[in-house]
């Protein structure tokens, strides 16, 4: 799925290995000549789905976390961030995961967002592979309602952080709010957006009034 040439979800895993590769190998060519990064790594036909040069990856365990973290791609959005979100999964594309946590940085990625639910490693696995910050979203399970997607993203061991967020949707959109935090502390314009953000935000609760 692609919208306004901003993200892409990654539906077929080798897709999205192909894609990992080709960035990869990209890369390479990025360290010497990253002005011309997108011209350089993808061909004609590819360009309209990857995006050049994103802030933020989202990647997440399944198709069926799309729904919830849609929210987290369209507050990126909003906000104008650059960014592309995938499927990959901790226990059914282990590799895929972390050649893709290994590659982000030099891709230019600085935030990741990772989304898994039930036995959710998908944060943890792509933290063990890069020191780019990663932001962990718990989906919410059938089973335990996001109990054990909680746990499983959040009790990482020392030494391995993941900033987890709230279970679900609102995990979803805090978890971009917070890449995009950390992306406003070198980028004044961005601070700005936010601060306003948060303004409008105050403003909307002072004014609500209730029947
Ligand atoms: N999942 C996928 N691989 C490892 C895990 N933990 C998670 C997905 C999704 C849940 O399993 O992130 O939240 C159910 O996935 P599916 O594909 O069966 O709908």
Do not use: C, Y
Request: hydrophobic share 45%; proline share 3%.
């Amino acid at each position: 799925m692609v919208s306004a040439g901003i993200h892409l979800i990654r539906e077929s895993n080798a897709q999205a290995r192909d894609v990992v590769t080709r960035r990869h190998a990209g890369s390479m060519a990025k360290q010497k000549t990253r002005s011309n990064q997108s011209a350089s790594t993808f061909s004609a036909s590819e360009r309209h789905r990857v995006t050049a040069s994103s802030l933020v990856a989202i990647v997440m365990g399944s198709k069926s976390d799309w729904e919830t973290m849609r929210a987290a791609s369209d507050t990126l959005k909003d906000f104008g961030i650059r960014h592309e979100s995938h499927v990959m999964s901790a226990h059914r594309t282990p590799k895929l995961a972390a050649e893709f946590a290994g590659a982000a940085e030099s891709r230019g990625i600085e935030v990741i967002i990772a989304a898994a639910g039930g036995a959710a490693h998908l944060a943890g696995i792509i933290a063990a592979h890069t020191t780019l910050p990663v932001l962990g979203v718990p989906m919410k399970s059938d089973a335990l309602n996001g109990l054990d997607s909680l746990l499983s993203t959040v009790q990482m061991p020392a030494g391995i952080p993941v900033g987890t967020l709230a279970i679900g949707k609102p995990g979803a959109t805090n978890a971009a709010l917070f890449a995009i935090a950390i992306l406003a502390n070198k980028r004044v314009e961005l601070k700005q957006k936010l601060k306003d953000f948060r303004a409008a935000q105050e403003k909307k609760i002072r004014e609500t009034k209730l029947d």
